[in-house]
Structure formats: structure tokens, C-alpha cells
């Protein structure tokens, strides 16, 4: 086991710390197991010696009342390691996927542009099933098995020591062959990781864009993706199986060859040493079931290298750095309700990760006042959603500053910069609950979602008229991302959840450019009602819907390169005069 290895089971360990009473509890079970397999070849002798001399021997009727004895007090030992067992491995997959699942909700924004959703659904959701295998296979296996072994071995010793030291050969051919196999199954386990993620992410992106699929009659490509990273999954899943799978019969056959030495050695031994038939049988016997606990213990090898692979990607994803350092926050700043002045003051920003990509944002200097509507326009890839994005902190400035209220943003607890801030996106994400808990989202439980208050969000944003439609009114369920609603009706949806918060500060990001005409204006109608008494900060390309804004920002290749009213912006002539003509003359 390398040092990687090491580290991983030194932390699967630490989960199974506050467990102990139950560990130790199952651990005495499996003792009583081993115990009683170990008693089992010790009856073997005296029954075949003096039952078998053709005289009846009054307390030999002890033995089979023993054997049954045995096996009950087995069975109930089995079971009650194997029942405390199942609750320990419970209780930490619980943990795991607890502080999985937290990483995932307090994880930067980068860590979800470099993974794709089906392979955290897969670490989440089946990796760490693989990682219960190592601590079930190991508690099982390396105790109750091993204690077994240790248990018949002493008992093979103590019979025969000659014998027993042709056994013991056993252990270090099988050690060296399972290192060997070993190697083989972490490269092929690793691989398998891999072609399942990207299996899951082919299935998660040809449903997601069911429509496109069909309209495009992609359903041939589709299915030729799949079944390459199917067909190859395969292929691997066999390799596995067959690296895996030779640790069994490569035991037995070496079990065997030794069994055939022991019978030489005994018969030998019988015509010089006078061994018994007892003694011989005995012997047999438990050699016969060391074999078996020893072929577990080899068995083991498979569903260790795959859970170990888990635990180091799930330890992977634990160990993301989170977006706002624990150490920090009791320095920081708390900001109940901010006012809505937001100043950028030589704000400068670069996607590091992509290399050779221009800087997104070059010296943005920006004055906002509390109230006042600003709107963002230029040409795709001018910067305009990166630098809305600064402000919730999605990401963090690479140079200069921005001033929530006065104080610098990086400051401010981040919980407190986000209570500030409204979003209303094109791309609307509603989950699959109720209209109540959509529109109300963020509040943990039924009860602590004000009806009244969704009631009303629901009114200014012009979805009454739906909600008296449905039968359960601000009950009913919207489906998948909003599936049962219209375009419109999902825009308004999200614009409901805007109100709902109440925030001092309203980002909207193109909120009415996929709608028809009757849908905008009723998503608009919506927005002026939201926008009212809040700084707002809108990014549209359709400039008929902010020729009212306070300030017009154009920006071109990550610079503001004209700042003013829409009416000081035309006289100007310059970019946005020019995007303003282009469109209009289109329309």
C-alpha cells in the first residue's frame, strides 16, 4: 500500500472514531465467529478417536448437542456483528455525504466550470458506496477472517507443527501475487471512475436537450456517443473482473498444492509418528476452513483498490478550498441592509485559468448611487456579465476594488453581500417544488415561508391570474426547472422570487430577450415594479427596453468606453449610437 493509499484509509479511519462502542461491539461478535470455527476441527479429534473403536463411549452424544451449540451461538454472533457493522457504515456515508454535499454548496465558482454535474452527482451519489466496501470488507474481513485464521493456524500448530509449516508457505505467495494484481486494478479502477462520469454526462446532457435532439434527429449520434463510452466501460469492467477475479482460483489452486504436500507429509508421518485418524482428520479439517477465510481475505483485494480510487476522488472533492476562509470571518464586516452605493475603483479582472485569454475587465472605474437604474450594453464578450458577476463575489477582482456602501466588498461577510443582491437571469432555474417554495426560496420549511408575502410577490409580477387557475393554487408543482410553465410565466416566476427577497440591489441579465411581445411586456411591467427604489444593474442587448435607465455603461473588449444617458449617448454618435441604428434599422 503506497503513502496515497495510507492517507485515505488514516481518514476513512477518523470517521469510524465516534463509532467505537459499536465497532467494539461488533469486533467482540466476530470474535465469538472466529472462535467458533476455530472449535469446530478441536470436536473433530476425540469423536473420530473414541467414537470409531467399536465400543459406545456414553459422552460422545456431548459432541453433536456441541456442534448445534456452535452454530447457533455462530449464527447470532454473525448477525450482530453484521447488524452493528451496517450501522457504523451508515452512519459514516451519512457524514460523507453530508460534508460532500456542504463542499458542493460553499465551493468556488471555478470548481464548477472545471467539473460537470454528472461527475459530482457520481462522487456524491455511487462513489462513496464504493468507499463503504473498504470499511465493510476491511472490519469484516481483516478481523473476523483474520481472526479466524490466526485462531486455526494456532490450532494447526499445536496439532502438528511440521504440517503447519508447509501451510504457512501459503502466505507470502499469496502476498506477493496480490501485489502484483493490485497495481493492475488501481490503473483499471481509476479508468472505470472516468468513462462513468463521462457516461453519466452524455445521459445528462441528451435529456437535458431532449428538444434539440429530437428536432435535430440526433437520436443515431446520440446513441453512438453512448455506446462507445459504454462499449469501453465494458471493456474495462472485463479487465477489472479478470485482474479481480484470478486472486480466488490462483488461492485455491496454491491451497491445493499445499493440501497434496500436508497428505504425503501425514501419511508419511502416520506409518513413523503414529499420527491418528483423529488427529489427521482434525487437521484436515482446519486446513480445510483456513482456506476458506484465506480466499476472503483475497477476495477483499478488489473492492479495497476500487474503494480506495473512491476515497481519493470524494477526498478530492472534500478538500476544495471554499469561497469565503473560515479563519477570516470573525474579522469581517456584517452588513444587515446596505443602501446601494456600489463604487468600482480600478477594477481589473482575468480568467487565469484559460490560458492566453485576454483580461475580461481593464480598469473599470464606476460610480453608482443608491436607486439609480445603470445599464450595461456593448458587443458579446465586452465584459458585461463578468463584472455583474464581481459583485455577488462569483469570482474576485485580479486588481482594484469594489465599495458596497463605503466598505470594500472582500470585507463584508459574504452571506451579507449576497442578503444585498436580487439576480434575475435569462437563464431561469426554478426547482422542482411548489410555487410557494420557488417563489420563497431560500426558506427553510413550509413554515417559515410567508404565504401572504409570496401572495403578493405573485401579484406584481403578474401571475395571479395563473395561480387562481391551478387546483392548489401557490401549492402546485412547477416540475423540472419550471416545465409545466410558459417561458413567460417562468421569467415572471423568477422575477416573484426577486421581489419576494426584497433586496436593495437588482441585477437583471437579459430578463425579457427570449420572450414574445405580449410576455415582455408583461415580464416588463413586472420589472419596472421590482426595479422601483432599488439599484439596479441591467445587461441587455435589446437597448429599446433601457433607453429610461439613469446611465447607459458600453463597454467593448473588457473597457467603459462611453458612460451617459441614452439621450447624451446619441448626440454623442459614438458606439452605442451606432448599436442603436443598426438595431432599429433592422427592426
Given amino acids: 500500500m503506497n503513502a496515497q493509499d495510507r492517507t485515505a484509509l488514516n481518514r476513512l479511519i477518523t470517521y469510524l472514531k465516534p463509532h467505537i462502542r459499536l465497532i467494539m461491539g461488533s469486533l467482540a461478535a466476530m470474535a465469538v465467529v472466529a472462535g467458533a470455527e476455530t472449535s469446530i476441527p478441536a470436536l473433530m479429534k476425540p469423536l473420530l478417536d473414541r467414537g470409531f473403536t467399536g465400543q459406545l463411549n456414553s459422552k460422545l452424544w456431548q459432541v453433536p448437542v456441541f456442534l448445534v451449540g456452535l452454530a447457533l451461538v455462530r449464527s447470532l454472533a454473525q448477525f450482530l456483528s453484521n447488524y452493528l457493522l451496517t450501522r457504523v457504515i451508515n452512519a459514516v456515508l451519512l457524514k460523507l455525504r453530508e460534508q460532500m454535499f456542504q463542499t458542493l454548496l460553499h465551493a468556488k465558482t471555478t470548481f464548477f466550470q472545471q467539473n460537470s454535474a454528472s461527475n459530482l452527482i457520481n462522487a456524491v451519489v455511487f462513489e462513496v458506496n464504493n468507499v463503504l466496501s473498504v470499511l465493510g470488507g476491511m472490519l469484516i474481513s481483516l478481523v473476523r477472517d483474520s481472526l479466524t485464521v490466526v485462531g486455526l493456524m494456532g490450532y494447526l500448530i499445536y496439532l502438528n507443527w511440521q504440517l503447519t509449516l508447509v501451510v504457512l508457505i501459503i502466505f507470502p505467495v499469496i502476498a506477493l501475487i496480490m501485489s502484483k494484481i493490485n497495481r493492475r486494478l488501481r490503473s483499471l479502477n481509476r479508468e472505470q471512475q472516468n468513462l462513468t462520469s463521462e457516461l453519466a454526462y452524455i445521459v445528462e446532457e441528451s435529456s437535458a436537450g431532449y428538444k434539440i435532439v429530437k428536432v435535430h434527429g440526433a437520436q443515431e449520434y446520440e446513441m453512438s456517443r453512448f455506446m462507445e463510452k459504454a462499449e469501453r466501460l465494458r471493456q474495462f469492467a472485463l479487465k477489472s473482473a479478470v485482474a479481480g477475479g484470478l486472486n480466488q482460483p490462483i488461492t485455491q489452486l496454491i491451497a491445493s498444492m499445499a493440501l497434496s504436500v500436508v497428505l504425503v507429509i501425514a501419511l508419511m508421518q502416520s506409518a513413523t509418528e503414529g499420527t491418528t485418524v483423529g488427529g489427521f482428520a482434525a487437521f484436515i479439517t482446519a486446513m480445510m476452513l ?292 443598426i438595431q432599429f434599422s433592422n427592426a
Fill in 290 to 581: 483456513v482456506i476458506s477465510p484465506l480466499k476472503h481475505l483475497a477476495d477483499i483485494n478488489q473492492p479495497l483498490q476500487r474503494g480506495l480510487t473512491a476515497a481519493e476522488m470524494i477526498f478530492g472533492l472534500m478538500d476544495q478550498p471554499l469561497e469565503e476562509d473560515e479563519d477570516r470571518k470573525a474579522n469581517m464586516i456584517a452588513l444587515a441592509h446596505a443602501k446601494g452605493a456600489i463604487r468600482f475603483e480600478k477594477v481589473g479582472f482575468s480568467y487565469q485559468q484559460e490560458v492566453g485569454r485576454k483580461d475580461a475587465l481593464i480598469d473599470i472605474n464606476l460610480d453608482i448611487q443608491p436607486g439609480e437604474v445603470v445599464a450595461f450594453v456593448g458587443p458579446s464578450g465586452g465584459g458585461k456579465s463578468t463584472l455583474v458577476n464581481l459583485l455577488p463575489r462569483f469570482f474576485k477582482p485580479t486588481s482594484g476594488h469594489i465599495f458596497l456602501d463605503g466598505i470594500p466588498l472582500e470585507d463584508i461577510l459574504l452571506s451579507d453581500v449576497r442578503k444585498q443582491i436580487a439576480f434575475v437571469s435569462q437563464d431561469v432555474i426554478l426547482f422542482n417544488d411548489s410555487i410557494a417554495a420557488n417563489v420563497a426560496y431560500g426558506a427553510v420549511g413550509e413554515e417559515s415561508i410567508d404565504r401572504g408575502r409570496v401572495i403578493e410577490a405573485l401579484e406584481a409580477a403578474n401571475l395571479s391570474g395563473l395561480v387562481r387557475d391551478l387546483p392548489e393554487g401557490i401549492d402546485s408543482l412547477v416540475g423540472d426547472n419550471g416545465n409545466r410553465l410558459s417561458g413567460g410565466q417562468r421569467q415572471r416566476l423568477a422575477i416573484a422570487r426577486a421581489i419576494y427577497k426584497n433586496a436593495p440591489i437588482l441585477i437583471l441579465d437579459e430578463a425579457t430577450s427570449a420572450l414574445d411581445s405580449e410576455s415582455e411586456r408583461q415580464v416588463q411591467d413586472a420589472l419596472e415594479r421590482l426595479m422601483a427604489g432599488r439599484t439596479t444593474l441591467v445587461i441587455a442587448h435589446r437597448l429599446s427596453t433601457i433607453e429610461h435607465a439613469n446611465r447607459i455603461v458600453v463597454l467593448e473588449n473588457g473597457k467603459v468606453v462611453e458612460n451617459g444617458s441614452h439621450e447624451d449617448l446619441i448626440k454623442h454618435d459614438g458606439l452605442y449610437a451606432n448599436l442603436h441604428r
